[in-house]
């Protein structure tokens, strides 16, 4: 999810915990990404003149059509496969009833769409689920940057006793305890004497998450020279984006995901958008000058994950800006910077993936059953 962020300049937008997420609230008819770890030719970035698209692209980044490598974890078919259907397999948690596909669907904008996700027994957490599309560009995940990475990442979840709830123990014994996850482990994994584990599980997870990425975006083909991919209006959105401060926070590849920043950095949010009890980084540091702290989430496709702020406690787009201008910058944005922002983050929906829902080896006689 997205939002505008904060730093410690009073006249920056700020997007951390609530930052500000604007979107065209339309869905995208352009083409879909292919399910396929095959590589592309990356486009070329033309040469230009205009002074609006030469300020971008001292900021900005477009999205690559090849997903990156992960260090230490290089990709390939049999583990982006394998990563995949792990995504998807609900048996990984203690009731298997719940996937990663669940909370992040990739019909959803890799998001809910829910304020906060349902989990184990109809626990509901206590924020909103990021997207997952493009998390691979982010500094670190989740909202508190808890984890370093998406392989660390991928191992939260599963043993969250609020979300799937599953002892270390249990996701060992359900994938060992199904006989075609030998297979595809051992594939995977070709030189592991013991591939079956749940460290290689979430490796798995990691690179098959590294595949869903949104490039060519119209933003991203107005970074490569083409002129006419964005309109006056949200070429007027792109130019406040930056004059007003929003891109300080809001920068790189991503839009977002490469710092924290602290939600009410002018003046508190309502209750409702920041709770009390909810510090954010300050609660992982122990740290109370990173209280309110929260890393600035990407904007990419933000017209598609609402609803928003790290509480999903609001769904209208125009107050959303609207907060973030009074609590971030200090000032009250009229409804027309309103409207050419919004128009602006709608430019930066890119390609949608296409994921083909894989057949998930069936249990097993000797497979643990699910918490009742």
């Keep these: 999810m997205a939002r505008f962020c904060v730093s410690n300049s009073p006249i920056l937008i700020a997007t951390g915990l609530s930052l500000l997420v604007v979107g065209c609230g339309k869905s995208s008819d352009k083409p879909t990404t292919t399910d396929t770890s095959a590589t592309s030719v990356e486009p070329e970035m033309k040469p230009s003149s ?29 583990k982006i496969a394998l990563g995949k259907m792990l995504y998807f397999d609900p048996r990984l948690s203690v009731t298997h009833s719940i996937s990663c596909a669940s909370c992040h669907n990739i019909g959803l ?57 599953s002892p270390k123990e249990h996701v060992a014994q359900q994938l060992a305890a199904l006989p075609s996850y030998h297979a595809a482990f051992a594939r995977a994994f070709p030189n592991d004497p013991d ?58 590849i991503n839009l977002g995901g490469s710092m924290y920043a602290k939600f009410g950095q002018v003046e508190a949010p309502d209750v409702k958008y920041r709770p009390i009890g909810d ?58 910077e309103i409207d050419q922002l919004v128009a602006f983050l709608g430019t930066l929906t890119g390609d949608q993936p296409q994921i083909a829902v894989p057949q998930l080896p069936p249990s097993a006689a000797s497979s643990p059953p699910p918490d009742k």
């Design 195 to 252: 591939p079956v584990s749940l460290a290689n599980a979430q490796k798995a997870i990691a690179v098959f998450e590294a595949t869903l990425i949104t490039p060519s975006a119209p933003f991203d083909k107005y970074l490569r020279g083409d002129a006419t991919a964005l309109d006056a209006t949200q070429k007027a959105g792109l130019a406040l984006f930056m004059d007003k401060g929003c891109s300080t926070c809001h920068s790189g």
């Design 50 to 78: 205009d002074e609006l698209m030469t300020q971008a692209r001292e900021i900005f980044k477009p999205i690559p059509v090849n997903a990156p490598a992960l260090p230490g974890n290089p990709a390939t078919a049999e």
């Design 279 to 336: 510090k954010g980084r300050g609660a992982i540091t122990g740290n109370a000058a990173e209280d309110y702290f929260f890393k600035v989430p990407t904007l990419r496709n933000i017209a598609l994950t609402a609803p928003y702020f790290h509480t999903g406690s609001e769904q209208d787009l125009a107050k959303v800006v609207n907060v973030m201008g009074r609590t971030q910058l200090g000032l009250t944005l009229t409804k027309t």
């Design 109 to 165: 904008g890799g998001a809910d769409d829910s304020p906060t996700s349902a989990g184990f027994h109809g626990q509901r957490g206590a924020r909103n689920a990021p997207t997952v599309f493009n998390a691979v560009f982010n500094f670190a995940q989740f909202w508190d940057g808890r984890a370093k990475d998406l392989e660390e990442q991928a191992g939260g979840p599963l043993v969250n006793p609020v979300e799937m709830a």
